[in-house]
């Protein structure tokens, strides 16, 4: 018959206890014997030290005292088991934001050649965080920095163009994000496979037409500053029709990015991925912004035309 650990090795019930046991059976055969523990009440006491009722088991190398403060800690929170939680993902997003914002005062104020090279970096970091196995909080917030530079300085062209327009810019896209967090919080929108799926195929359509405008920009095709996302269907620049579908898309790159969050808490997953989370917001939050900004520039120069 096995036992507890700590409960047959008992000095009280080793000797004792089990001497007093053979003795009682011995004095009344076919039945329970009367004196099967020594102790009165039933229990065996076991001396200061050793495992008994009612007593923690001894540790080696901590005293009474440690393992009475070791019993008496509250439950350890995620933080205490490196695991990944609500609180330190919008903790390290916050920094990473906080740095995207340095690197946009940056880009603003300087030339142009700086945050064009601030667009090309960001570009190879974004490649690198997407397809690197383990996040890296310090790739995250290079990343975050010289993409900061390329918003900074692309916002500052803008805005002299258009006085304004960048104010516009973030109000909207706080206010996108706030509307898709409120309906994702609901339980009202949520991610499915089918959605997922379609915002992938329109991700690669919406790249080659990206594409295929740049050439035609840069090929002198097309003599609008947007391309052909200038040109007007019934009267509504195409460039309006395009941007309010992207900034969907956008949207819903979101409610994947909450998903994200919210499965990898649930499920316990390492602390460190709370950055890539990070990383994913920012990245969804600038391609808004990019794209309700440039909606509203070309609103701007429609009107002016």
Known sequence: MAFK???????A???AGRNAWGAGANAQQGGYPQQAYPQQGGYPQAPYGQTGWGQAPQ????????????????????????????????????????????GAVAGWNLPPVVWIVGALVGFVLALVNT????????LVLAYAFFEGLFVGGISGMYNTMWDGIVT?????????????????SSG?????????????????????????????MFTGVTQSAFGLLGVTVFGIPLGVLIGI???LMAAYSLILDFDQIKTGVQRGAP????????????????????????ILAIIASSSRN
């Open 5 to 11: 650990p700590g409960f047959d090795q008992s000095p």
């Open 13 to 15: 019930f080793n000797d």
């Open 59 to 102: 540790q080696p190398g901590m005293s009474p005292d440690q393992l009475r403060d070791m019993y008496d800690r509250p439950s350890a929170n995620k933080v205490d088991t490196d695991r990944m939680s609500y609180e330190d993902t919008i903790v390290k997003t916050l920094l990473a934001f906080g740095v995207l914002i340095v």
């Open 131 to 138: 397809f690197k196995k383990k996040p890296s909080p310090g």
């Open 168 to 184: 516009q810019a973030v109000f909207g896209t706080l206010g996108v994000f706030a509307v898709t967090l409120l309906l994702f």
């Open 188 to 216: 009202k929108v949520r991610a499915t496979p089918k959605a997922t799926k379609f915002f992938l195929v329109a991700i690669v359509g919406y790249m080659a037409f990206s594409l295929v405008n740049v050439v035609l």
């Open 245 to 247: 579908f992207v900034v």
């Open 271 to 294: 602390r460190i991925y709370a950055w890539t989370a990070a990383f994913g917001l920012i990245v969804t939050l600038v391609w808004l912004y990019l794209e309700i900004l440039r």
